[in-house]
């Protein structure tokens, strides 16, 4: 099954350090029977792409903590870890597309990587800084993070993590 998982930078850097990508709190996103169910029309790939925004907005309440933290140091960047993995369990108590992943994810699951381009920073720190209240039904936050998810995730093969690591 093709899982998106919600991540920050300092969590790519860990994933290149040990070779293994640790999902806070097991929590992904994919396309599950109960995601299916909720759209009236859309093939596999688009559902897809809903599940891979779930993600990237769930990376957005990553930034917010880490943000509140004082973590000054991470880029301001939503990260999407896409991974091919059975090892998962269906959490519709979540969300229609949540899943529960068992353990860490090997760096050989890993089947790419999404990121926000370093002209998004500005629109997802702002998202980030509101994404609590946005979950909370404020159309002033709701439409900051539409600003952030205006912007189109980059795509990059987990070979390249390193170098984007070391880039970032």
């Known amino acids: 099954m093709r899982i998106y998982l919600p991540a920050t930078w300092p969590m790519l850097a860990r994933t290149v350090s040990t070779g293994t990508f640790e999902p806070l709190g097991g929590t992904g996103f994919a396309l599950t029977p109960k995601l299916r169910e909720s759209y009236v029309s859309g093939d596999d790939e688009e559902l897809e792409y809903a599940a891979l925004s779930e993600a990237a907005r769930a990376s957005l309440r990553l930034l917010a903590v880490e943000f509140g933290l004082g973590e000054d ?30 353990g860490p994810v090997p760096v050989a699951k890993i089947a790419a990587v999404h990121v926000d381009l370093p002209e998004a920073e500005h629109a997802v720190r702002e998202a980030a800084g509101v994404v609590d209240k ?35």
């Open 134 to 168: 946005a979950d909370l039904g404020d159309l002033d936050a709701e439409f900051l993070i539409g600003e952030a998810e205006d912007f189109e995730l980059a795509w990059y093969d987990p070979s390249e993590l390193p170098f984007l690591v070391e880039l970032g």
């Open 73 to 102: 140091g991470t880029p301001p960047r939503r990260v999407v870890v896409a991974a091919d993995t059975d090892d998962v369990t269906l959490r519709p108590d979540l969300d229609d597309g949540a899943v529960r992943v068992t």
